[in-house]
């Protein structure tokens, strides 16, 4: 059992480097691992995706550099490639392939097996000496089904429907004829174009009009070919040597054949004249100057050998089955004895095929999971239950569409849905084919590492919470195992909460001197519980001032509002609010706290700022800790705010702005007399980078939280150099 994967990778798709060790106890805990955008969630997920298919690692920028990923167990054993599977964010054409296991019903399948086993083996039998009749070697029953118009499960049925036929030996002139190269893909469009049905109808009317007047053959009842089986039966029975001889009589005309060759040759001198008549053989040419590709001229040729065919080209569906029809003639024995044994067999195995059609099977609970828990405009069905639980056919899935208002339905093809679904409706579709994956896996005993990339991107939150739950289910099972990765704070959030990880097992992926670092997430569940007992450390102070000004807002103290927001854009009492007054509004708004004599408020923001900067540039840490951050995106927007108003240089207007005070700020430099560039530059990406990070949010702080460190850095570091 896998209790511990040390994990090891090395130049893996942006991944310079990257080892840890995730623990899945005790009680088969799962991991979660919040990775911003760009860190390295989808490398990760694309390495173990690529070592479970067994194909080589590389890096996609520099693939000169060696590259490899090492999984091993908790006792340094390498883990088995089936046993990872990754479940992408998405992938439209992922399929499981593991669905028909889902559907076998053991006792049904043994005796169905035991049954059509008999049956099974003869059909395959007699396929393959049709092969050498038609020359078809490849999907063969799909040839068959296709000329009879049925179903490739329902060949036996439609073979049992010949057997009269082939028993009177008909179409046995068609016996020597190649289906592959009469019917092929290529003949059978050019047969069907309407030109060509012209021609080979006026033919077919020349070609009746000279049989017509044929001395021994009549068109449906006695043509050469009956001939030539009669002589090869007279001779057989000894019927000229007896001293018997065959009169053949055409109106006056009365012909005495006394020998077997006297007969084959009248025979054939009447097939001669008809085929070489002049008229015939003008139509033959028109048909002919219509083919023209390569597959076409080996038709063509075959005609020229097989003259008596082109009439049969008037209904070819027709004549698809006559030759099919000829060739059994020859295997009567095999068609005869395979039929024989269905008809046997056939009560019993319609029996077996009711029960399997209401017998519960994995596969339904699959379909129930999805349909109960998915939320989206359609429902999923199997129409051939019976014919899947026994494996004889690949399980058909359908898809009927909702009318919730008109209350209809309809049956609708997936590549319809594919038009008209939602991207997240979409997606729902692909975790239907990963709950088959991960059901199968459930009963095959596979035990199996997930990893899990940002499954729920792009769902609403109903279906987002379907799929926690369902990730809940799979942590359950002891054989399976997961690793969550998001870039989705509230997500990670929520599996964090739902799923029970705590400690180690709740991580977060740092970039550090190029390579990556999974770090312990301390950030507690309430962060500001925490923060409430540090506000004698610079940073949580500051980080505070947002949480306590919207605790104010709600309560409606309206004066500890006001003061603390002037510490959160440049007003009035900006520089000259205190250390003792920030204690007092805060001791209007928490319970009383101890604190540390820092000075003055607005002085302390800017040297935490300085201290911040610098523990980026000496460690390049990229994963400040969220009260570092929010204290930073106040200094960014504090020193942005003092630039501007003194560039602006207009008092009124500044006493005047009110609410959104940085945009207003940004809006009036921008239509001042000839504004910086660069400084326009530099707060367009304040406006991007700020606005919410220093605001308390339904998100807990997700976009800064989501934030490089270096680029906060980066910004404070521009707007303090403009205004020096």
């Not at 080589?56 to 920028?61: L, Y």
């Not at 599977?85 to 992922?94: G, L």
């Not at 504090?638 to 609410?659: C, Q, R």
């Not at 940004?666 to 007399?673: P, T």
Request: charged share 30%; net charge negative.
């Amino acid at each position: 059992m896998i209790e511990r994967v040390k994990l090891a990778l090395l130049n893996c798709y942006g991944i310079q480097k990257l080892e840890h060790t995730f623990e899945f106890t005790p009680n088969n805990m799962p991991v979660a691992i919040y990775a911003p955008n760009g860190v390295m969630k989808t490398s990760l997920a694309k390495a173990l995706q690529n070592f479970s298919e067994d194909k080589q690692q590389q890096d996609m920028i520099f693939p000169e550099r060696a590259s490899s990923l090492s999984i091993l167990d908790q006792n340094d054993v390498k883990i088995q490639r089936n046993a990872v599977f990754v479940i992408d964010s998405i992938n439209d054409k992922y399929q499981s392939g593991r669905i028909s296991a889902l559907l076998a019903s053991d006792p049904l399948k043994k005796q169905y097996d035991e049954i059509f086993g008999i049956i099974a083996y003869k059909k395959n039998d007699l396929f393959k000496k049709l092969k050498k009749y038609s020359g078809v070697s490849k999907d063969i029953e799909i040839s068959f089904s296709e000329a009879f118009g049925v179903k490739q499960a329902d060949i036996l049925t439609a073979l049992g429907r010949l057997e009269r036929e082939v028993k009177k030996g008909a179409n046995s002139e068609f016996k020597s004829l190649s289906y592959k190269i009469l019917f092929s893909p290529k003949v059978l469009e050019f047969l069907n174009d309407s030109d060509v049905e012209a021609l080979i109808e006026e033919y077919t009317k020349t070609y009746e009009q000279i049989l017509d007047g044929s001395l021994y053959f009549k068109k449906g009842v006695f043509n050469h070919s009956n001939a030539e089986v009669i002589a090869k039966n007279l001779t057989t029975n000894g019927w000229f040597e007896s001293g018997h001889t065959v009169n053949l009589n055409h109106k006056d005309q009365h012909t005495e054949i006394k020998t077997e060759a006297d007969l084959i040759a009248a025979i054939e001198i009447e097939k001669q004249k008809i085929l070489k008549d002049p008229k015939l053989a003008e139509m033959f040419e028109k048909v002919d100057a219509a083919l023209t590709t390569a597959e076409l001229k080996s038709f063509r040729d075959y005609l020229l050998d097989n003259p008596f065919v082109v009439p049969e080209l008037k209904d070819i569906d027709a004549f698809r089955q006559k030759v099919w029809i000829s060739y059994l003639g020859e295997l009567k024995s095999d068609y005869l004895d395979l039929v024989d044994e269905f008809d046997k067999s056939e009560e019993k195995i319609k029996e077996i095929i009711k029960l399997a059609e209401a017998e519960q099977t994995h596969w339904e609970r699959v379909i129930l999971i999805f349909n109960e828990r998915f939320s989206v405009p359609f429902e999923v069905r199997v129409e051939n239950k019976g014919d899947a639980v026994l494996n004889v056919a690949a399980p058909q899935l359908t898809f009927y569409f909702k009318d919730e208002v008109a209350n209809e339905e309809k049956r609708t093809d997936r590549s319809v849905l594919d038009k008209v679904l939602s991207n997240g409706e979409k997606r729902a579709l692909y975790i239907l084919n990963i709950i088959f994956e991960v059901e199968a896996r459930r009963q095959e005993k596979l035990e199996t590492l997930f990893v899990v990339d940002d499954i729920a991107d792009s769902f609403d939150y109903k279906n987002k919470y379907a799929i926690i739950e369902y990730l809940s289910e799979i942590k359950e099972d002891e054989l399976f195992h997961l690793i969550i990765l998001s870039h989705n704070y509230d997500f990670y959030r929520t599996v964090r909460g739902r799923l029970g990880i705590w400690g180690d097992n709740k991580l977060l992926s740092n970039r550090k001197n190029g390579e990556i670092e999974l770090i312990k997430d301390v950030l507690s569940e309430n962060p500001f519980a925490d923060w409430k007992n540090k506000l004698d450390t610079p940073a949580f102070l500051i980080a505070s001032i947002s949480f306590v000004r919207n605790l104010a807002e709600y309560v409606g103290n309206t004066d500890a509002f006001n003061s603390l927001t002037s510490l959160l854009h440049v007003k009035e009492m900006t520089k000259t609010l205190s250390l003792s007054d920030l204690q007092s509004l805060y001791e209007d708004v928490l319970a009383p706290n101890s604190f540390k004599e820092f000075g003055n408020p607005h002085k302390t923001v800017f040297e935490t700022m300085q201290e911040v900067c610098g523990a980026i540039v000496a460690g390049d840490v990229d994963q400040l800790g969220l009260e570092e951050k929010i204290a930073l995106s106040i200094g960014i927007r504090l020193s942005a705010e003092e630039l501007l108003i003194a560039k602006i240089d207009d008092a009124a207007f500044v006493a005047a702005m009110g609410k959104n005070q940085t945009g207003k700020l940004i809006k009036r430099y921008q239509k001042s007399d000839n504004p910086n560039a660069d400084i326009l530059r530099i707060m367009r990406r304040v406006t991007l980078m700020t606005p919410e990070n220093i605001h308390l949010n339904s998100f807990m702080f997700e976009p800064i939280l989501d934030m490089s460190s270096h680029h906060l850095k980066s910004l404070f570091c521009s707007i303090r150099d403009c205004g020096n």
